[in-house]
């Protein structure tokens, strides 16, 4: 079985070396370096060839590639690297690189061409000044075949290593049997369905309650369809952190039920929470784990491969013996890895890594899109853009005088386009474009900066460069999926401050692309409901399959309520308080036990809890604060032991409406005191409109649908097992209405609302 490999991929492996350098220096867009490749290529004489393409074989390694171009007259094959700023900075690494891939793609040419001996150039175009430096060596072919060979064999033990790899894993895969002792309930209907759709190579989506396995359900079918249908990789990508546990645990149910199957479960973690030096900068002169990190990888790199689950710890422990980055790392495994557990960012984003690495490297990938009601808001954040003034204000308060000019123009077309505006929030139908060409203006002054003094900028100026590079980027695919707004503050100053923003409404057209570029995309969650609104906001394809799966759980396990006495809108939250606290104090009182109360706001939450304390001091409760660490979320879950009694307050939407697991005696009812419809202001008004203007359905879009799946989730922390039993409060007139009892599970028997009412 022969191994095929990019020309760039190899010398990536085989030719980096040095430290890791992550000092920002501005480097050209894509789009600024095809247009430099197109431009270098202009200037040649007509016999020139451009993008030429090229193979070569050593023993069982095929390498091929592209190279940029080849004269046959100066018999010369150029590689050519768009750069901006000072070349005389480039590190030797870097160059070193670059020659390893000139002298492979040399070889392949002298092969191809039957020639003895070529020149090769190394063509670097500055993008900004049109400039070409060239540097140019003459090789013979016997050296550059020696050359070839050198690296083709530092990469054979790998590939072959690789391979081995690869037919292990087919093998078991093909033996793998379900790891528990038998389906529950929905599970294998819901294992049959996405196996069915990998093998049709469709979209699926998959309501799918709480309580049937959905993790191991999706995650073990995928395995199946390793062989027949091809896979390289299956990603599992999630919105939050106890998603990515679930998987991983998962990941561990199916390698310890089969003997450890050679598979390499990679978690993908941010780097913040993976950084070993946080006081210190990211490169070879700052951070010992950046010094030397090429060329301790290698070990590193074998080391890792050896573990089937790497895991944060797991990938810490090796990174940590070779005295790599954790980081770094995971990174560089994710080419390597079977299944990667990863936020959603790292395949939907723009500059998302393993939607890059699977478009370089002609990936065949499989994705698990969990709790895929989150990626509705998720893809909105990442797809907009937004600037502060007083950002603004302190960079130009600190910048150096070479930048000020092109600062002060942006700042007088930004208070241009705000002094019309008397209100606190507009919103406008186009983007400002006297404003976007100062930032444009202004973003390339400071890259054109950066690059000359990269040493000692202030990280103001450079978190500032990359928030305009990011508005710059959105403003760029501006068109009815999005709105412009402004947002001032201080009204009562003379010279107030505002906020800009480009707001993404419909993330389809963004998300669309990423789903269809795999064999695959299922995306599955608790509440999928209605099928319409998810598929028009995450751009299913249209031949997507949907199915609701059964629930394993009966109506008999939870008593549902509608407290149809008490409205909780804000205008009635006052008359509401004391029916509230009374209603949970009896149902604590006639079945003692841990519950959670979910409110619309902090500020609810604080005055029925202080209520509640001050009436029934016998009631322990604990509260969710706002900006609560992963430490103070723990403590907060520690507090529903098997043995407690008491009552969690929370927000609802927040850390502890969905994701959670308390089964049992640990939690046995919620009382949820709000429709949880998002707050009614200038901005949730504009995304009404505007999706009434797409979808015909403003209210529905942005209010109720968001708001009955929050409170469907909630409710979803009080059933866990088949042995559960529990008690859940719908605390609203509004529950009663036909159209919300509509989007309610289907299992959930509705007690009559007099059973319980608000006193």
Known sequence: ??????????????????????????????????????????????????????????RTLRVKGRADGYDPVQNCLEEVKTYRGDLSRQPANHRQLHWAQAKIYGWLMCQKAGLEQINLALVYFD?????????VEAFSAAQLEQFFEHHCQLFLHWAQQEVAHREARNLAAQALTFPHASFR?????????????????????????TGIGKTVGTLFPMLKALVPQQLDKIFFL????????????????????????????????ARDKACEHPDKACHGESCPLAQGFYDRLPAARQAASELTLLNQAALREVALEHDVCPYYLSQEMARWA????????????????????????????????????????????????????????????TAPEALKKSLQRVHREWNALHNQQLGAYQAYDRAPEKLLQALFSCSASIGDYLNDHPQGVDSGLQNFYFDML?????????????????????LERKHNLSTLCLR??????????????????????????????????????????????????????????????ISTRFVHRQASLGPIVELMARQFTERPGNYLAFFSSFDYLQQVAQRLAEAHPHINLWSQSRGMGEGQRQTFLDQFTADSQGIGFAVLGGAFGEGIDLPGARLIGAFIATLGLAQLNPINEQLKHRMAAIFG???????????VQKVVQAAGRVIRTQQDQGVVMLIDDRFAQGKVKQLLPRWWALGPAACHAGG
């Open 697 to 707: 359905a403003g209210y529905d879009y942005t209010y109720l649908y968001p708001g």
């Open 1 to 58: 079985m022969s191994y095929s490999i990019a020309v760039r991929a190899l010398c990536e492996f085989t030719a980096k070396v040095g430290d890791l350098d992550l000092r920002f220096t501005p480097s050209p867009t894509a789009l600024e370096g095809i247009v430099g490749h197109r431009t270098v290529a202009s200037r040649r004489s007509g016999d020139y060839q451009s993008e030429v393409a090229l193979e070569g074989h050593y």
């Open 470 to 490: 990011q508005f710059g980027r959105v403003a760029e695919l501006f068109d009815e999926q999005y709105l412009f707004d402004i947002s001032k503050r201080d």
């Open 185 to 209: 309930p929905g599970q294998r209907h819901l294992a049959e369905s996405v196996f069915k759709a990998v093998s049709t190579g469709r979209c699926l989506m998959a309501q799918a309650p």
């Open 127 to 135: 993008i900004v000044s049109e400039k070409e430096t060239c540097l």
């Open 504 to 565: 993404n409404v419909v993330p389809a057209g963004f998300i669309r692309p990423r789903l269809t570029a795999s064999r695959t995309a299922v995306l599955f969650s608790a509440t999928l409901s209605p099928r319409h609104y998810y598929a028009d906001l995450l751009g299913t394809p249209p031949d997507t399959v949907w199915i609701d799966v059964e629930s394993p759980f009966h109506a008999d396990q939870l008593q549902v309520h509608i407290v149809s006495q």
């Open 338 to 397: 079977d299944v990667v557990v990863a936020d959603y960012n790292y395949y939907f984003d723009f500059s998302a890594l393993l939607f890059g690495l699977a478009q370089a490297n002609n990936w065949r990938v499989a994705t698990l899109v969990d709790e895929a009601h989150n990626l509705v808001e998720r893809g909105r954040q990442m797809y907009s853009a937004s600037l502060d003034q007083s950002a603004l204000n302190a960079v130009r308060k």
């Open 238 to 269: 999630t919105a939050k952190t106890p998603g990515r546990k679930l998987a991983l645990d998962a990941a561990q149910v199916i390698i310890d039920s089969a003997d450890a199957p050679p598979l390499r479960v990679l978690e993908m973690i």
